[in-house]
């Protein structure tokens, strides 16, 4: 049974700093794994979508890399902003012949300090 | 391009009574997820249609129950309320998984 885990569950950090959040998951047959961001309240945005034979994917100033067989991957955030402030979520999907869900992780909580 | 549309914003209702929500996917999206999000629990899975079958399903008791029209649209029905089920419903759309899902702003439900 997949189990996604994101570590830390919560992160403050100053404005302008580069930072690193996590995303594990247990089994390494996925077909995609997409990071989103949410704002209190609201849904969730797409941020970065990587499919199962990709290694990296970057919009922005926002980099994912997933490595399937170690069952990780990373949001990378530069140059971080206030605005950046939010919860980031990953989502694994399972192989289309696999009749799993799509598995989200808790979250990490994100606070940049002005 | 419209996105994910989800109606009412805002739901407050009472124990026992039974609440309709509504989910319009992006054009040419046929595939339409369900998902309960509580503060304890994080995302939930509930179910998931595609050109109006249920495709899959989450752990949940039976009064929560969903159906897809011709045109995509989704609805989800929850009966005999429970203050259990206050939480922010949310729904996803995607034309496949190769493409990801894009979400909608949800409904908050509150059971009073």
């Known amino acids: 049974k997949q189990e996604v885990t994101q570590i830390p569950a919560a992160l403050s950090v100053p404005e302008g700093e580069n930072l690193v959040l996590n995303c594990s998951f247990t089994?390494?047959?996925?077909?995609?794994l997409q990071w989103f961001r949410q704002d209190p309240g609201k849904g969730l945005t797409s941020l970065l979508l990587i499919q199962s034979s990709q290694r990296e994917q970057t919009s922005g100033r926002l980099n994912a890399s997933l490595d399937k067989s170690s069952g990780r991957s990373t949001l990378y955030i530069a140059a971080s902003q206030p605005g950046d402030s939010a919860t980031y979520l990953c989502a694994v999907r399972p192989p289309e012949n696999r009749d799993d869900k799509i598995i989200f992780g808790k979250g990490t909580r994100l606070h940049i300090l002005p | 391009k419209a996105g994910v549309t989800q109606t009412p914003r805002y739901l407050i209702k009472t124990r026992g009574q039974q609440v309709t929500l509504s989910c319009s996917p992006i054009?040419?999206?046929?595939?339409v997820s369900w998902y309960q999000q509580t503060p304890g629990q994080g995302l939930q899975f509930l179910f998931e249609?595609?050109?109006?079958?249920?495709?899959n399903k989450g752990n949940f008791p039976g009064r929560f129950s969903g159906r897809q029209f011709s045109n995509s649209r989704s609805e989800m029905n929850v009966s005999t309320l429970e203050l259990g089920d206050s939480a922010l419903y949310l729904c996803?759309?995607?034309?496949?998984?190769?493409?990801?899902?894009?979400f909608g702003s949800g409904t908050r439900l509150t059971v009073v």
């Open positions: 054009s040419g999206h046929r595939s």
């Open positions: 249609y595609f050109s109006e079958t249920q495709r």
């Open positions: 089994d390494s047959a996925i077909y995609n």
């Open positions: 996803a759309s995607s034309f496949t998984g190769f493409r990801g899902y894009t």
